[in-house]
């Protein structure tokens, strides 16, 4: 019997090892964690106190606000209303923006990249569409679908869209095709290979593109709002800039943080239920 890493590694009766988790301490198991959100909520609070420090001394608070300004300014916004109001216009933007471009941008990543000859077709195709800057489609937007909440859920869902396809077209076309050849020769059929080797092994690059397009999901319905809106947060920052109000901006941009950082939060709950398939490192 050995132990190393907080692991006993046993001989079994057939003489193979068998591993058996050793007890730990609190610590041990949960000790990096910890020091990592206590470093990060020591980081936030330097940046805060200094902030507020050179915001009442050195800096023109004109141009940068102050943490107590900005806070001072959410409560107001809580108190009245304005700030549930608008955030939940933008967060149904977000949401069902991010929805309809990952979703249709999985399937069609999926399905394309298991077609090679389509996929090399379309390829340039895609990517210049892809290299269009989305604020520039924001005006041709509005005057296909008007300024109401749809449009800012399909110039969303278009910014998504890109990220998810083509971070899971490579996830498909990256698929060890020995594994592949093994279902094959087990006498796996097309829609065998894509359930149970595809599927399972292009899940890192779906889940790769849902992360990399939560902020662009932000970006494109806030992108909407500011073009052409009365309602969200977008509004509300261009609201406060006309009004060289700048701790409202913060306080705005403020929110749009937390709600990015939830929605990163869900995705990471996603790809740990998703990945318990795959064998841990030592």
Known sequence: MTEASGVITETAGNGGPVRVAAPRTWWQRHGTTTTVWVLRLALIAFVLVLWEIAGERWIDITFTSKPTDIVARLVEWAADGTLWLHSWITVQEIVYGFLLGAVTGALAGFVLASLNLLYRVLDPFIMALYSIPKVALAPLFI????????????LA?????????LNTAAGVRDVDRGLVDAVRL???NRWDIARKVVLPASMTGV????????????IGAVI???VASNRGLGYLINDAAAQFDTAGVFATLVVLSVIAAVLNVFVGLIDKRVNKWKPIND
Do not use: D
Not at 143 to 154: D, T
Not at 207 to 216: D, E
């Open 143 to 154: 005057v296909w679908f008007g300024i109401g909440m749809h449009m800012k859920v399909l």
């Open 157 to 165: 869902a278009a910014t998504v869209f890109f990220l998810v396809f």
């Open 186 to 188: 087990m006498g796996g």
């Open 207 to 218: 889940l790769t593109g849902l992360k990399v397009a939560i902020p662009y999901a932000l």
């Open 224 to 226: 909407g709002e500011l």
